[in-house]
Nanobody, 119 residues
Framework: VQLVESGGGMVQPGGSLRVSCAAS????????MAWYRQAPGKERELVAM???????YYPDSVKGRFTISKDNAKNTLWLQMDNLKPEDTALYYC??????????????WGQGTQVTVSS
């Protein structure tokens, strides 16, 4: 299993950013996938998940601002982040796992990509 994130960077508050995850080594189209983030001194938290049939879940902290999507033909997962806030600053991780919605359980992780929201 290999998960490689890209697309992080620095953006001003209110801005947008899209991060990507290139997946390999497993059957992507039949696997639940998710994005997590971890800010310094805080626990890693789930910010979006997508099921094999493309059902999605977002916690209240990002609902309406973040959108998870995937392309099974390209084995790629994305997270579109809009109206970013300074509190969204974190290392963002792609994860492969099982379960749905807030019951998603990660099995494998990428190395992470840094997102910094600052003026």
């Amino acid at each position: 299993v290999q998960l490689v994130e890209s697309g992080g960077g620095m953006v001003q508050p209110g801005g947008s950013l899209r991060v990507s995850c290139a997946a390999s080594g497993f059957t992507f189209e039949s696997t639940s996938m998710a994005w997590y983030r971890q800010a310094p001194g805080k626990e890693r938290e789930l910010v979006a998940m997508i099921s094999p049939s493309a059902y999605t879940y977002y916690p209240d902290s990002v609902k309406g601002r973040f959108t998870i999507s995937k392309d099974n033909a390209k084995n790629t997962l994305w997270l579109q982040m809009d109206n970013l806030k300074p509190e969204d600053t974190a290392l963002y991780y792609c994860a492969k796992g099982y379960g749905r919605f807030q019951n998603f359980r990660p099995e494998d992780w990428g190395q992470g990509t840094q997102v910094t929201v600052s003026s």
